[in-house]
């Protein structure tokens, strides 16, 4: 019988099966084994990423790397492209799609990407920092959260002209890539809270995330969502109206033991640490064995879980540091392949 592959483990992780390992959500560059997925999107989209690049995203936001990001590319956080949510139209500019080639781009997209669809599954997405995030990242925090609470109408019509737009290119260029997976992403909440409320995700956010989840749907994909910190307010949301299959990075600042007994295997998490802080302490080996069989203990029993560690190293010759990166990897890695086995 031919060996079962990461995808193949992953899929049936992603079905509410129970697989026959752990899947390891590898976050980081330094990961050594073979990864279940790999990404493939339109990329012109992360323009701003491109080293090579003027650091612009396509709505004009320029990108800063940032030491504690760990040298990653952030929106800039000061001299903002919007001051006034009802000037928006005069700002925000979508690009002209009849421009792109998407077949030939998708070609060179997949042929960088290198993927061995016989092993991994393709992982696609489009609105690469959300809908709450490109408000933000006009605006500001500060003016992008009073915005939504002193012109809701504008707010909304800007969200439906950027959903437009996504949608547009998911359409014009889905085919090209074959994707497995359509990945959502966007942070609507911080540590300790949400940004906004339940009734406004749901009323400035929900539908245009479902536009996309429906696409995914109608072509029998996968659904994974991004979110980071204390959104478990929005789970309910994510299962039941999206359908999403799997939830990343699932941080503990959430009830993650309440959310595993609701849904199951029903609805994947992979993290359930919170590597930041968690491997910020002075570690031995034994001690990161003990979170990690701990974390795979409480969250992986019935399958509904992967593994997903990383942490931001800002000092790139912090070798203690790395160190302890490689060895959560290793010792991750040594887990899912045991736990199923006990």
Known sequence: MAQLTEKENYFMCLRGEVPEWIPHMAADPSYKWERATAGASPSFLMKAMDPNGDHKDI???????SK???????????????DDITKWRDVIKAPNLDEIDFEQLAKKD???????????AVQY???????????MAFMGFTEGLCALYEEPEECEELFQYLSDFYVDVVNRSIDYYQPDIMSLV?????????????????????????????????????????????????????????????????????????IKEKY???????????????????????????I?????????PGGGFCFMASFIIPDPNDQKAIWKRDMVNEVMHEVSREFYKK
């Not at 997405?125 to 408000?135: I, N, S």
């Open 59 to 65: 709505w004009g936001v320029e990108h800063v790397t």
């Open 68 to 82: 504690e990001a760990g040298g990653a590319m952030i929106p800039k956080t000061w001299d903002f492209i919007l």
């Open 110 to 120: 997949l042929e960088k990407a290198n993927i061995d669809r016989s092993k991994q």
């Open 125 to 135: 997405g489009v609105a690469g920092t959300g809908y709450f995030q490109h408000l």
């Open 186 to 258: 966007d942070d609507t909440a911080a540590w300790g809270n949400p940004f906004i409320s339940v009734e406004m995700y749901e009323k400035f956010l929900l539908p245009h995330y479902k536009r996309l989840s429906d696409i995914a749907h109608d072509r029998d994909m996968f659904v994974s969502f991004h979110n980071c910190g204390k959104c478990e307010c929005f789970v309910d949301d994510m299962v039941n109206v999206l359908g999403v299959n799997v939830w990343n990075p699932a941080q503990n600042c959430n009830d993650l033991v309440a």
């Open 264 to 290: 199951g295997s029903k609805f994947v998490m992979a993290g359930c640490i919170n590597s930041s802080s968690t491997f910020q302490a002075d570690l031995n080996e034994e001690q990161i064995r003990e």
């Open 292 to 300: 990690v069989w701990d974390v795979a203990n409480t969250y992986a």
